[in-house]
Nanobody, 123 residues
Framework: QVQLVESGGGLVQAGDSLRLSCAASGLTFSSYVMGWFRQAPGKEREFVAANSWSGGSTYYADSVKGRFTISRDNAKNTVYLQMNRLKPEDTAVYYC????????????????WGQGTQVTVSS
């Protein structure tokens, strides 16, 4: 079965950086759009970033543009989220997701998702 396993979360201070990883198995990774979502306590899950099968097209939420970078390594079946200049409002559980369509992913529709990794940014 499809598994997406996130790692790399933690507790950092405002202004610090973190890199999240998501290792995928059970699917043809290079055929899937990969994305990241996050959910803060009491809030709905929101789109963060996505990139296309080759990684050539990327999309970001306005709140993270210029600070976060999504990338993928199709040889390792892994997608990354480099998060720089973190802010307290970035505190959330971050989820990795996979889907066949980029437009679906950006709209928050996806076939598979992981269990999430906690990111906490202190002020």
């Amino acid at each position: 079965q499809v598994q997406l396993v996130e790692s790399g979360g933690g507790l950092v201070q405002a202004g610090d950086s973190l890199r999240l990883s998501c290792a995928a198995s059970g699917l043809t990774f290079s055929s899937y759009v990969m994305g990241w979502f996050r959910q803060a306590p009491g809030k709905e899950r929101e789109f963060v970033a996505a990139n296309s099968w080759s990684g050539g097209s990327t999309y970001y939420a306005d709140s993270v543009k210029g600070r976060f970078t999504i990338s993928r390594d199709n040889a390792k079946n892994t997608v990354y989220l480099q998060m720089n200049r973190l802010k307290p409002e970035d505190t959330a559980v971050y989820y990795c997701a996979a889907d066949r369509g980029l437009s679906r992913m950006v709209r928050g529709i996806y076939d598979y998702w992981g269990q999430g990794t906690q990111v906490t940014v202190s002020s």
